[in-house]
Each structure stands twice: as C-alpha cells, then as structure tokens.
C-alpha cells in the first residue's frame, strides 16, 4: 500500500537540479513522477524513481542528501470528483495531508502521490473506497 519516494534538499541554485538528475540518469534508473518545491534558500525534489534504493545511494554517493519517504500512491478513475472524494475521505477521518503530486504510469488510470501526516490511518479509510494502491514492483515496471 506504500512505495519509496526518494527525497533530496537542494540549495536554490543553478545546476543543483541538474546534478541530480544526471546521476539517476547515470545510473540508468527511471524517474516515474516527481515534484518540486522552493523557498528563497533551498528546495525540496521529491520523486518517484524505479529503483529508489539505488536511486538514494548514488545521490548519497556523489555527495547529495538524499532519503526515502514512504508514501501512498492512488489509482483514480478519470471521473468528476475522483480526487475530491480521496482527500474528503483522508480529511473525515481525521487525517492531513501533507503534500501530494501526481503520478504518472502506464495504465489508464490518474494516480495521486499523497504523503498523509498518519500513513496507516489513511491507508485505512482509502480502503473503503475500493481503490487501487500503486506497489513498489509497478513502479520498476515502468
């Protein structure tokens, strides 16, 4: 029901993003989705990679911090009202959401990434609603 997002803190600067790509590029790993956010000083990339094991490793290995978050990632149908019903289920069960991003794959589906502050709890609640989860081996599929 969880898969591993590699998490990297960047400094707001030229090139930092690029470095970090070229070393998943180097070492051949997918990224599948990925979001980026900013402040003034620094930002924070967070992705959905093939192998986010490997992916974390290298990052770390050429001197760049880098850590796995586990996250939800949900298959939506493409209907009015998919998302909302999701994230009022997550909210009624008492539960904030974090951040969230989209997801992309291979089959028809929308998929949202969505870190919940109570990963377990929104596992839970989501349940009921008789979704799929997107698992770690879909992701080194694609």
Do not use: W
Request: aromatic content about 4%.
């Amino acid at each position: 029901m969880l898969i591993k997002q590699v998490s990297v803190f960047l400094e707001n600067s030229a090139g930092r993003l690029q470095s970090v790509l070229e070393v998943i590029k180097e070492e051949n790993i997918n990224i599948v989705s990925l979001s980026l956010a900013d402040s003034s000083d620094y930002g924070v990339l967070r992705m959905i990679v093939a192998d986010a094991e490997r992916a974390k490793d290298a990052l770390k290995k050429a001197g760049i911090s880098a850590h796995l978050t586990d996250v939800m990632a949900i298959k939506l149908p493409h209907t009015v009202g998919s998302l909302q019903n999701v994230v009022k289920t997550i909210s009624n069960a008492g539960i904030s959401i974090e951040y969230m991003y989209a997801l992309s794959t291979k089959d028809a589906n929308a998929c949202i990434v969505i870190k919940p502050a109570d990963k377990e709890a929104a596992i839970e609640a989501v349940k009921n609603l008789d979704l799929d989860f997107v698992t770690n081996e879909e992701v080194k599929a694609f």
